[in-house]
Each structure stands twice: as structure tokens, then as C-alpha cells.
């Protein structure tokens, strides 16, 4: 029983985080700082997710931004790729091949 | 012809499909090790449904078998899923001339994946007066696949060998979405301090790296535009949806 109010906790709060801004205040009632500040979530969030997740690899994910790094030779490629193809699966599948290469290889 | 209410929900279904590659293991993942952990296996099921936040699901084991104190527990996990007030405002201009029941049932929905991709279609050049139904399309199919595939986890075990690297697609699906984007030198600089900081702060506690990356990165933007574009103060306003 307590576990499950635990849980409960958490979605309910989780839940108050996702609707904060969405569904309780109004978006022009932000200050003109914070609207601006808004425009840039995306590519902020996105690169903050992608950087480490690239940089800090292995079971211990240990740091490693040398040519030892096989991810991190992948996300080039899969980032060349998407900007001159800029299509999602084509991006994945040459990210993905490069690593399963580079994996085999060694 | 403008796109009708089916045609957008289905690009949006079509549009988390990438995505699903790397987030099917994950949920797997996620699921096995709630169960392992000795959760029981209806509350590791249900709590992808009442929290439906991958990564703080984990923390939320962790924390649990250990016998962290409840208030703890739940404010580690409220502070993992703190990015999302990110979204929630991201996201506002867009779904505000929607009525209650759509923005509280898209914010039940609102996760990284359905985020990065139901924000590129709102952005998008395409007119649409339906791009809700897009953000429900690709919202719900990733909702669907976490359950799934956290049921397969929960009750069956995890079906995908490590070796496959498929926690990789994930990445990779994120960054097919933030190289378009950054050809903009504001939007560059956000997305290169965002990440330095993620970088530097990647074994702070509570996930609290990724909120200050944010912030950081938003500020280079700001910073950016504003050094860019000094008199030009009215186009910093969001377009508003349709």
C-alpha cells in the first residue's frame, strides 16, 4: 500500500510538472524574457540529451571524446547525414551502421 | 488542400516510429530491472502508466528498494522529470486555443520523445489547423509502446541483447531532429553551450546537469539574438498556433 502512494506521488507530481505552463498558466502572461527563452528549449534540451549520451560510453560510462570513441565517430556521420539528407531514418540507419561496423571491427 | 484531422494524427503516429527503436529495449530494460529489483510486478506495470517517465522510473526503483524515505523518493523523481516544465512552456502558445480536456490529456502525454517531435511539426512551414491531432498521433503511439514494452520487460524479460547497441537510436533519432534546426546561429549557440554544460554536469545529482544545461544554452540563444537582431525586439514573440 505504500509503495503504491509512492508511486501515486510521483505521477500526480509528474503529472503537475507536464500541465504546469500547458494547461494552468496562461503563455502571455510570461515575462517577454522567458517567452524569448522558450524558442531555444529545443535545440538546448535536444543537444544537452544527445552530447553526454555520445561522450560518456561503456558500462561505466566513462568520458572519452578521442577516436578510440566509436559512438562518437557514429553521431558524425549520422550528423553529416542528417544535415545534407535531413531525413530521420536515413540518419539512424547510417548512425547505427557506422557503430555496428566499428563494433565488429574490433 | 489542408491536411485533415486522420492525415495529421497518422504522420504524427509515423513520426514516433524512429523513435521506438531505441525506447522498445529501453522500456524492456526498464521493466526487467523493476522486477528484479523486487518490485511487484503490477506496480513496476503500473508505474509506466501513473509516472510514464522512463528515466525516472528507474530512479524510482532504485530509490524504492533501497528504503529511501518516501519524500525523498518522490522529490528525486520530480526533479529528473523537471525538464518538463521546459515542454509544458515550449509547447503552450501552440495548444492554448484548445479546450481543457485536450491540454490536460496532452499533458498526461508529454514526454523528450513526444516533445522533440510534435515541436518540429508545429514549427513546421505546412499550414495545418489540426497539428494537435499530430502531437496526439505521435504522443499516444509512444505511450502505447512504453506500456508494451515494459509489460514485456515486467512479465516476459528483456529480448534484446546489449550488444545490439540499440540504446543508440535514440540519440541518434535526437540528433536527426537538431541538426536542421541549428542553421540558425542563436538556435547553434543554444544547442553547443547546452551541450558543454550537459557534458560538464553529466554526474551531478537529481538530473540537475540537464535543467542547468538548459538554462544555459537558452540564455546563449537570447544572448545571441538579441547581439544579432538589436532592433528587431517583436520577432523574440512566439508565434502563436493557428
Known amino acids: 500500500m505504500r509503495l503504491w502512494l509512492i508511486v501515486l506521488a510521483m505521477g500526480a507530481g509528474t503529472y503537475g510538472i507536464r500541465l504546469s505552463v500547458l ?15 522558450l524558442r531555444f528549449v529545443t535545440p538546448a534540451v535536444l543537444c544537452a540529451i544527445v552530447l553526454p549520451a555520445v561522450l560518456y560510453t561503456g558500462p561505466a560510462a566513462a568520458f572519452d571524446a578521442g577516436p578510440g570513441n566509436q559512438r562518437l565517430l ?13 531525413n530521420v531514418w536515413l540518419t539512424i540507419g547510417a548512425g547505427m551502421g557506422v557503430l555496428w561496423l566499428l ?3 574490433s | 488542400m ?23 529495449p529501453f522500456g524492456m530494460a526498464y521493466g526487467a ?32 528498494v533501497r528504503d529511501v524515505p518516501a519524500a525523498v523518493i518522490v522529490l528525486t523523481v520530480l ?4 525538464r518538463h516544465v521546459l515542454y509544458s512552456a515550449s ?3 501552440y495548444v492554448e486555443h484548445l479546450d481543457r480536456r485536450w491540454r490536460w490529456l496532452l499533458a498526461y502525454l508529454l514526454t523528450d520523445e513526444a516533445y522533440a517531435t510534435a515541436i518540429v511539426r508545429y514549427r513546421g512551414a505546412a499550414p495545418s489547423p489540426y497539428k494537435h491531432w499530430f502531437f496526439l498521433g505521435t504522443a499516444i503511439t509512444l505511450w502505447a509502446a512504453w506500456q508494451v514494452s515494459t ?37 547553434l549557440a543554444a544547442a553547443a553551450v547546452a551541450g558543454l554544460v550537459a557534458v560538464v554536469g553529466f554526474r551531478w545529482p537529481y538530473g540537475i546537469g540537464l535543467i542547468v544545461a538548459a538554462g544555459a544554452g537558452m540564455a546563449a540563444g537570447i544572448a545571441l539574438d538579441r547581439a544579432l537582431s538589436p532592433s528587431a525586439p517583436a520577432a523574440a514573440d512566439v508565434e502563436a498556433g493557428p
Open chain 1, 74 to 86: 557514429s553521431a558524425i556521420v549520422a550528423a553529416l547525414v542528417a544535415w545534407s539528407a535531413k
Open chain 2, 2 to 24: 489542408l491536411p485533415s484531422r486522420r492525415t495529421e494524427f497518422l504522420a504524427g503516429v509515423r513520426a514516433q516510429l524512429p523513435l521506438l527503436l531505441g525506447v522498445a
Open chain 1, 23 to 37: 494547461a494552468l498558466v496562461h503563455h502571455s502572461a510570461l515575462p517577454r524574457t522567458a517567452r524569448e527563452a
Open chain 1, 103 to 105: 563494433q565488429w571491427a
Open chain 2, 151 to 187: 509489460g514485456a520487460g515486467v512479465f516476459v524479460g528483456t529480448a534484446v541483447p546489449n550488444s545490439w547497441s540499440l540504446d543508440f537510436a535514440l540519440p541518434l533519432t535526437f540528433i536527426a531532429l537538431l541538426v536542421p534546426m541549428a542553421s540558425e546561429r542563436p538556435a
Open chain 2, 91 to 93: 509547447l503552450a502558445p
Open chain 2, 79 to 82: 526533479l529528473v522529470n523537471l
Open chain 2, 33 to 64: 530491472y523493476a522486477v528484479k529489483a523486487g518490485l511487484p510486478s503490477g506496480l513496476s506495470q503500473a508505474m509506466s502508466a501513473i509516472v510514464f517517465a522512463g528515466a525516472s522510473q528507474f530512479v524510482g526503483v532504485r530509490l524504492i
